[in-house]
């Protein structure tokens, strides 16, 4: 009986020391998995706050493309285009 006294906490030891390699193996590429995860949430996070800026500014330029100050504006300048009754006045180069 004194043998299977000695044996009994050995075998405890090597059934935990197995359950614990287990443990580790099964917990290690998740707990990566997570890191991961995480690290890429974190960079997309980052780049929709950048992409809802840009939108914001993307509005903002639309907005004053599409004023009636900004079409005539390029209406005058691009297209040479006057009011009804306003003077031409043209220069002529030499």
Do not use: H, W
């Not at 006294?5 to 443990?23: C, D, F, S």
């Not at 917990?27 to 939108?55: G, M, T």
């Amino acid at each position: 009986m004194n043998k299977e006294q000695e044996k009994r906490p050995l075998l405890r030891i090597v059934i935990t020391a197995v359950l614990g390699i287990l443990l580790l193996i099964t917990f290690v590429p998740r707990a990566k998995c997570v890191y991961d995860l995480s690290q890429r949430k974190a960079r997309l996070e980052a780049e929709k706050d950048s992409l809802i800026q840009q939108q914001a500014q993307l509005e903002k330029a639309m907005q004053e493309a599409n004023s009636l100050r900004t079409v005539e504006k390029i209406a005058r300048e691009q297209l040479g285009m006057v009011k009804q009754g306003e003077l031409v006045i043209m220069p002529v180069s030499k």
